[in-house]
């Protein structure tokens, strides 16, 4: 199976590139920004007209969620419609495509969190950006599999376990919010996770891949500090107090009932401290 993974020196691709590399029956391709722009439709389409990968795996994306709130067209054309030349060109070759997408496509006023196939309702650009590149893709190609996961953390770049670690190091006292909940994922189990998505092989549609349990901001970084055996003052804080550019979807739960469980983000968190060396 010829493989095209892009994106990949991000968050995820960095993991999803470790996860797929060693297998040999894979012919992996591998690109960053710097190989293929996404957005240029052309040379993404003389690309995958040359190389004709069977699975395009798209891991690129803009994802300041903040920066998105004054760079709408710029992240609506990244995130949204360079997925509609990549689907249409994935059609033309026979290639399937698979994307990633956000907890962030929903509007978080649903208590008990979001099914697969619930009703979508982004409040922020980045998350109509996201939406947007789920819809023109299910438009323009059946053979897709869209990957909704949430509150990634990972060794490449930055994210808010190393945040918190970092902010224990400067101050005495960290204000968290509370306010708001969701299912933090380990980069390295969503992609160990999208490996073996692939070798199973599932039928085409929308997926929610997340480590497991429930949690706020809040009673993560409580979590962080726990394991690492650090003393920090934590103080919970609304979202309204630490105001920022982009409003949060307050329930952000995504529920698989698709796919076997990952397991329980404060074991993942655990194999991440170790992995910073933190424990
Ligand atoms: N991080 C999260 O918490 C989270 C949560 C839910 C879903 N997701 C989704 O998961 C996927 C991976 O996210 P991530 O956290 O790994 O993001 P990331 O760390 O920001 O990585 C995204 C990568 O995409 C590249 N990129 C940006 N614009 C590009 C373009 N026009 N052409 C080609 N490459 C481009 C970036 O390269 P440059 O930096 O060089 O521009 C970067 O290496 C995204 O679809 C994201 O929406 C992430």
Redesign the pocket.
Known sequence: MKILL??K?????NELNRAFSPDESIDLIAL??DG????DENAVYEFLKEEKPNLVIN?????YVDDCETKENFVMD??GH?NEHLAKICHKIDAKLMY????YVFDGEKDDGYFENDKTGPINVYGKS?LLGETLIQENTDQFYIIR????FGM??KNFVKTMLELANAKKTISVVNDQIGKPTYSHDLAKNVFNFVKTGYDFGIYHMTNERVTSWYDFATNIFRIAKINVDLIPVTSKEFSRPAKRPRISTLINTKLPPMRDHLDALTSYLKELKII
Do not use: E, R
């Open positions: 892009l994106g020196n991000g968050l995820l691709g960053g920004h293929l722009d996404i957005t891991s690129a994306a803009f994802t990244v995130n360079a990633f997408s956000t907890d996201k996961t949430s509150w990634l490449q770049g």
